[in-house]
Protein backbone atom coordinates (compact mmCIF):
# COMPACT_ATOMS: atom_id res chain seq x y z
CA UNK A 1 0.00 0.00 0.00
CA UNK A 2 1.43 3.20 -0.64
CA UNK A 3 0.17 6.60 -1.29
CA UNK A 4 1.51 9.96 -3.16
CA UNK A 5 0.49 14.09 -2.06
CA UNK A 6 -0.38 16.69 -4.26
CA UNK A 7 2.74 18.46 -3.48
CA UNK A 8 5.49 16.32 -4.42
CA UNK A 9 7.26 16.61 -7.27
CA UNK A 10 10.20 14.13 -6.95
CA UNK A 11 10.69 14.67 -3.47
CA UNK A 12 10.34 18.51 -3.55
CA UNK A 13 7.77 20.02 -1.32
CA UNK A 14 5.77 22.67 -4.36
CA UNK A 15 3.15 23.79 -0.89
CA UNK A 16 6.17 24.80 1.02
CA UNK A 17 9.38 25.14 -1.75
CA UNK A 18 11.58 22.84 0.04
CA UNK A 19 13.04 19.22 -0.14
CA UNK A 20 9.86 16.61 1.21
CA UNK A 21 10.09 15.97 4.49
CA UNK A 22 6.60 13.99 5.26
CA UNK A 23 5.28 16.26 8.71
CA UNK A 24 7.36 19.15 8.55
CA UNK A 25 6.11 22.81 9.78
CA UNK A 26 3.67 23.21 7.06
CA UNK A 27 2.86 19.61 5.81
CA UNK A 28 -0.21 19.61 5.02
CA UNK A 29 -0.17 15.59 6.64
CA UNK A 30 1.42 17.70 10.00
CA UNK A 31 -2.54 18.42 11.02
CA UNK A 32 -3.96 14.93 9.84
CA UNK A 33 -4.51 11.80 11.32
CA UNK A 34 -1.31 10.54 10.47
CA UNK A 35 1.35 10.28 13.37
CA UNK A 36 5.17 10.62 12.38
CA UNK A 37 7.96 8.80 14.82
CA UNK A 38 11.21 11.02 15.67
CA UNK A 39 12.31 7.18 16.23
CA UNK A 40 12.01 7.54 20.29
CA UNK A 41 9.69 6.48 21.76
CA UNK A 42 9.79 8.50 24.90
CA UNK A 43 9.58 11.50 22.92
CA UNK A 44 6.64 10.11 20.17
CA UNK A 45 4.71 9.47 23.83
CA UNK A 46 5.25 13.12 25.34
CA UNK A 47 4.23 14.64 21.79
CA UNK A 48 1.12 12.45 21.81
CA UNK A 49 0.30 13.05 25.46
CA UNK A 50 0.40 16.76 24.50
CA UNK A 51 -1.75 16.38 21.30
CA UNK A 52 -5.02 14.85 23.52
CA UNK A 53 -7.05 17.61 25.44
CA UNK A 54 -7.14 17.45 29.13
CA UNK A 55 -10.25 16.15 30.67
CA UNK A 56 -10.94 19.39 33.10
CA UNK A 57 -13.23 18.61 35.99
CA UNK A 58 -15.58 21.01 37.49
CA UNK A 59 -15.62 20.73 41.49
CA UNK A 60 -17.78 23.80 42.41
CA UNK A 61 -20.09 21.71 39.89
CA UNK A 62 -19.01 18.33 41.58
CA UNK A 63 -19.37 19.78 45.18
CA UNK A 64 -22.91 21.46 44.43
CA UNK A 65 -24.59 17.69 43.49
CA UNK A 66 -23.29 16.07 46.59
Known amino acids: ?3 TCQH ?3 GYCKLIK ?3 VPGMKGC ?3 SSE ?3 ST ?3 EEDKKAQEAKEPK ?3 DF ?3 ARSN
Open 55 to 57: EEI
Open 60 to 62: CAL
Open 8 to 10: DYN
Open 34 to 36: YIF
Open 1 to 3: MGW
Open 28 to 30: ILK
Open 18 to 20: KPC
Open 39 to 41: GSY
